[in-house]
């Protein structure tokens, strides 16, 4: 995996496992995937340590108000437990599976997949991750999946270990999601993560980095006021302290995909390191006996991914003129398929 790029003291965890190993679980190379709901608002503390405050709030009509269990509030790094999820999810249905709210997941895969240790307190954490994302209550009237209703909920419904080595550690864990976050999946209300998200070390980071990407979309840059940001990530820093965390990001300068820098009027503006490719719209229309040929070359795999990519290597050939769409594509599955 390439590193984010890095212009100044700051420094992404190193990648633990390599590209070989990514998402294993069920789906052939699943990207990762995160619900628009909780990349908007402030559902997970960005705190270290057991946070036990009640968190509310309250913007442009949306309203939250998250209540922590005994073990304290879902954080933001248990987060990688839903978004595993969420990821093996759009995989799922993108190859035409039949999929519902629970998974059983392979716990040795979800920490390879997020980029964590496989030591024995690292399965001491996932367990404890766990408990506190089925602990943590939600109230909200943020809509999934076009559904608007004022409803509490756990972020996960319940989780099980279902097989243990013989040390004790989880092998195997059911986990149900929560349907509000179930219904985000299957409405496609999702967005693409970079997979160096996973290598952001500080919780602040990773909130800003969620943050860049909801809102940038598919413009080239986002600006934004400290005031507004420091209320969108739920830190609960004082505004002056908050701006010196931002401040420390700007110079490290390793934010994956964007660029940060601060303007006048006390604003920061997010820009895209790279522009967005030429996604080849334009590309001749593949028959859908086509894609079901692609997915006989590629098992599990995402076809309407390698569609896109297809789409975008045509464009950035020059857009030749094809006497076979259907087999210049199938070309183009067979050759991924043994790189």
């Not at 590209?19 to 709901?37: E, R, T, V, Y």
């Not at 933001?76 to 595993?84: G, Q, V």
């Not at 997941?105 to 399965?123: K, P």
């Not at 967005?276 to 076809?303: F, M, N, Q, S, W």
Request: net charge positive; with cysteine.
């Amino acid at each position: 995996m390439a590193a984010a790029q890095s212009g100044g003291g700051g420094t992404l965890m190193p990648d633990r496992h390599g590209q070989m190993d990514f998402f294993i679980c069920d789906i052939f190379d699943a990207i990762p995937k995160d619900d628009l709901a909780t990349m908007e608002h402030p559902v997970f503390s960005l705190a270290t340590r057991p946070d036990r405050r009640i968190l509310r709030y309250a913007h442009n009509g949306a309203e939250i108000e998250v209540i922590p269990s005994v073990k304290g509030l879902a954080t933001i790094h248990d987060k990688d437990i839903l978004i595993f999820c969420i990821s093996q999810l759009v995989a799922a249905l993108n190859a035409g599976r039949e999929v519902g709210r629970t998974l059983t997941l392979r716990a040795h895969d979800l920490l390879v997949a997020t980029n964590r240790e496989t030591s024995g307190d690292a399965y001491r954490r996932l367990r404890e991750a766990f408990e506190r994302l089925a602990g943590t209550r939600i109230t909200t009237n943020i809509s999934t999946g076009e559904v608007e209703t004022t409803t509490g909920f756990g972020l996960i419904e319940s989780w099980e270990i279902l097989r243990r080595s013989r040390g004790g550690r989880m092998i195997s864990v059911s986990v149900t999601l929560s349907d509000w976050l179930f219904r985000a999946v299957m409405a496609k209300s999702v967005l693409t993560l970079s997979r160096d998200y996973f290598r952001l070390r500080k919780p602040l980071e990773r909130r800003i980095y969620e943050l860049a990407r909801k809102h940038c979309g598919r413009q080239a840059s986002w600006r934004v006021s400290v005031e507004v940001l420091l209320k969108k990530s739920g830190s609960a820093a004082p505004r002056r302290v908050f701006r010196a965390n931002l401040r420390k990001m700007i110079a490290s300068d390793h934010l994956p995909d964007y660029a940060m820098a601060e303007e006048e009027g006390d604003l920061v503006r997010f820009t895209r390191r790279r522009p967005l490719r030429d996604k080849g719209a334009d590309a001749p229309a593949l028959a859908p006996e086509t894609l079901e040929a692609a997915r006989a070359l590629t098992p599990g795999a995402d076809v309407y991914a390698l569609e896109a990519d297809w789409r975008a290597y045509w464009a950035a050939s020059g857009r030749p003129r094809l006497r076979s769409a259907d087999a210049a594509f199938l070309g183009f599955v067979k050759a991924r398929a043994k790189g």
